[in-house]
């Protein structure tokens, strides 16, 4: 069945630096945009990074821009987020989300069952 | 870019129907075919519920309904239910790479 599995969550200093792994499964992972969401405790969702489903392009939220790089491997069906110079508002539930389009652009279609990322000292 | 503005609270009782409304601007929510509505039960990952505004995702009951008027988009729960208490997000895109959510709405069903 369609599946998207996270990993690499956990607890980490500020400044330092997390990568976020994402395996997708049944469906053609190349044919569809990707995204990160995150959720800060108790709080709504963010949106986070976009990928396109060739990786020719990437866009990020404000918040991240400059700290935070999306990418994709084809090959082996999965999308990743390196997280660097966190801070501890970067706390959160961090889902891994296939678009229904190739751009990214359509709807947040498949959610998988997201990894936490707490940033402290 | 600011988030869309939902109400934080909505409530209503068993077999009513309820509203809660997004907000953006021109240049998201009112320019957009593409709002789509997010259900999320408490420590779950979010549901797509309805796309395109109006169009009801795979096997969502159709109690559930979506409208657009100018910058403001809704969501329609009809015939109130002890399960659709949960949060609601509303979704769209703002121009080229840009994603938006609504700050959530939390239902009780009383």
């Known amino acids: 069945q369609v599946q998207l599995v996270e990993s690499g969550g956990g607890v980490v200093q500020p400044g330092r630096s997390l990568r976020l792994s994402c395996a997708a499964s049944?469906?053609?992972?190349?044919?569809?945009?990707m995204h990160w969401v995150r959720q800060a405790p108790g709080k709504g969702l963010e949106w986070v990074a976009m990928i396109w489903f060739d990786g020719s392009n990437k866009y990020y939220a404000d918040s991240v821009k400059g700290r935070f790089t999306i990418s994709r491997d084809n090959s082996k069906n999965t999308v990743y987020l390196q997280m660097n110079s966190l801070r501890v508002d970067d706390t959160a539930v961090y889902y891994c989300?296939?678009?229904?389009?190739?751009?990214?652009?359509?709807?947040?279609?498949?959610w998988g069952q997201g990894t936490l990322v707490t940033v402290s000292s | 870019q600011s988030a869309l503005t939902q109400p934080a609270s909505v409530s209503g009782s068993p077999g009513q129907s309820i509203t809660i409304s997004c907000t953006g601007t021109?240049?998201?929510?009112?320019?957009?075919?593409?709002v789509s509505w997010y259900q999320q039960y408490s420590g779950k990952a979010p549901k797509l519920m309805i796309y395109?505004?109006?169009k009801r995702a795979s096997g969502v009951s159709n109690r559930f309904s979506g409208s657009k008027s100018g910058n403001t988009a809704s969501l329609t729960i009809s015939g109130l239910q002890a399960d659709d208490e949960a949060d609601y997000y509303c979704y769209s895109n703002g121009g080229v790479g840009v994603f938006l959510f609504g700050g959530g709405t939390k239902l009780t069903v009383l």
């Open positions: 049944g469906f053609t992972f190349s044919s569809y945009g």
């Open positions: 395109e505004v109006t």
């Open positions: 989300v296939r678009d229904q389009g190739q751009w990214g652009d359509r709807r947040l279609a498949i």
């Open positions: 021109s240049n998201d929510v009112g320019s957009s075919n593409l």
